[in-house]
């Protein structure tokens, strides 16, 4: 059993740039799953932002973020640079977990196939 914890949210003017970071809060390693973004927005269904493979070899990103958003692995997690944004972007940001037991753009999309969630932060953008 993992636990996630996300940092960096926080608020900026549209135009700017975040970043958000995602690591184990229980000191589990992070390496043998594959870690997605997801975001809700108020009144809105929880979106696929962008998820990268265990590996780091592999990622995608949803389309309302395609060229904006870019996501990193580093040792502790992963990391989600957020360039561009825009009020649209204003949503809490969640990261989520899945054991690695295989990579594809359908498992890393789905928001059923994440086992662990982390507590989400807030990103606030303003025009």
Not at 31 to 41: E, S
Not at 48 to 77: E, P, T
Not at 93 to 116: I, M, P, W
């Amino acid at each position: 059993q993992i636990q996630l914890k996300e940092t960096g949210g926080g608020w900026v003017q549209a135009g700017g740039s975040l970043g958000l970071h995602c690591s184990s809060s229980s000191g589990g390693s992070l390496r043998t799953y594959n870690l997605g973004w997801f975001r809700q927005a108020p009144g809105k269904e929880r979106e696929f932002v962008g998820a990268i493979s265990w590996s780091g070899s592999f990622d995608l990103y949803g389309d309302s973020v395609k060229g904006r958003f870019a996501i990193f692995r580093d040792n502790a997690g992963m990391f989600l640079q957020m360039d561009r944004l825009t009020p649209e972007d204003t949503a809490i940001y969640y990261c989520a977990a899945q054991t690695a037991t295989r990579v594809s753009s359908s498992l890393l999309r789905a928001d059923t196939t994440y086992e662990f969630w982390g507590q989400g932060t807030q990103v606030t953008v303003s025009s």
